[in-house]
């Protein structure tokens, strides 16, 4: 069975098409893109919005009340359900700072959803932050990577794990960046005190990604740059970007697309308490107070990752006048290919699609019986 969709507007990984088509094989792949006159199907459907890919979240901790770092596989299940009923069709669950054995606990519990492709992966922030930029992490937790651990960690994982989050200032965080590197996965600069010079060197060494660019890391500054400003002037790194509007202000999210075009991804980077109402809640063992969809360390000291998805991001990137094809790159084709994934929207790529509405930037699934 073949399936045909089209559309006033498709965009894709590679091509923004004009009265655009889609074809969808019945196991769930796209099998070709195009526009004109498309080939016979089985099934055929018009939608009446702009077909985009499913969006990739890098950093999420959870949902509904559910942390990946402590919950159960069903709770895990249900917090990504939340997400991909806002539009996230492929997410890498984040665990937090813990003791060594409540990581493996959480890597071990988790990885079977990875296995079942329910999560593109898991993520480990921490513990090998600087504690000055710890944010929401227990600073009694923190320490410098250890070789021993770090092979704990991966053989807990047992492929699952895809990207890892550290400081490269610490002592023996270089090694582990290299380590991770030949073990194929991806090494993000985060949570990190690192001068200019540290930062280039674990690029050097591998790393590729940068954690929520501008926050836990110290500010630019014109005498020394740091780890954002070789970020923004680095080609090799992509930079997560928390666009909720509390993480970075509208000026700052135009800085980095200017600055650093081609490099933005947009992140969730949300906590527990998404879709939940206003309330009390914990991270990474720190209490956590949630106020207008902001949450706080409960003593005012650190925001304490988001309540938004990554829908929520790409809809304020629309709204600021960014460009559809940047916004689908931003939130879905950057990542896709940093995780090794077929880009979006493309011959053999996963049929993940979204229709977005254009006066809204709402997003809704394709009509049931195509997408099934």
Do not use: K, Y
């Not at 099998?31 to 080939?39: D, N, R, Y």
């Not at 919950?71 to 990504?80: I, P």
């Not at 992509?238 to 993480?247: A, P």
């Not at 107070?289 to 304490?304: E, Y």
């Amino acid at each position: 069975m073949t399936a045909l969709v089209r559309a006033p507007r498709i965009v894709t990984a590679a091509q923004d098409l004009h009265d655009g088509w889609i074809v969808l094989g019945d196991d769930a792949t796209v099998l070709a893109v195009g526009i004109g006159t498309p080939p016979h199907t089985d099934t055929a459907v018009t939608v009446d919005g702009t077909v985009v890919p499913g969006f990739v979240d890098l950093h999420a901790h959870g949902a509904l009340g559910h942390d990946f770092a402590a919950c159960s596989a069903d709770d895990a299940w249900a917090a990504v359900a939340h997400h991909g009923s806002r539009g996230t069709t492929t997410l890498v669950a984040s665990i937090a700072t813990g003791r060594r054995e409540d990581t493996v606990a959480a890597l071990t519990r988790l990885r079977p959803l990875v296995s079942d492709r329910t999560l593109a992966g898991l993520h480990l922030e921490g513990p090998w932050l600087a504690p000055a930029r710890r944010g929401a992490h227990r600073s009694d937790l923190l320490h410098a990577p250890d070789a021993h651990e770090v092979e704990a960690f991966l053989e807990a994982a047992d492929g699952a794990l895809r990207v890892v989050t550290l400081a490269p200032e610490l002592p023996g965080a270089l090694d582990a960046v290299t380590r991770f590197v030949t073990a194929g996965v991806v090494v993000a600069i985060g949570h990190t005190d690192a001068t200019s010079e540290q930062t280039h060197r674990a690029i050097d060494a591998g790393a590729s990604l940068v954690t929520h660019l501008f926050n836990g890391m110290p500010p630019l500054h014109h005498r020394a740059p740091g780890p954002v400003g070789v970020a923004l002037t680095d080609d090799r790194v992509l930079l997560e970007c928390i666009v909720d509007g509390h993480h970075l202000d509208p000026a700052t999210v135009d800085l980095v697309r200017r600055s650093a075009p081609g490099r933005m991804v947009l992140v969730s980077d949300a906590m527990s308490a998404t879709g939940c109402p206003d309330g009390d809640h914990t991270i990474a063992g720190s209490a956590v107070s949630v106020r207008d969809g902001i949450a706080m360390l409960a003593d005012g000291s650190s925001l304490a990752g988001s309540t938004i998805t990554v829908a929520d991001a790409a809809r304020r990137l629309l709204a600021a006048g960014t460009p559809l094809p940047e916004v689908v790159a931003a939130s879905s084709t950057r990542a896709a290919r940093l995780l090794g994934r077929p880009a979006p929207l493309t011959p053999g790529a996963p049929a993940d699609l979204l229709v977005l509405e254009p006066d809204t930037g709402a997003v809704r699934p394709l009509p049931t019986a195509v997408a099934a």
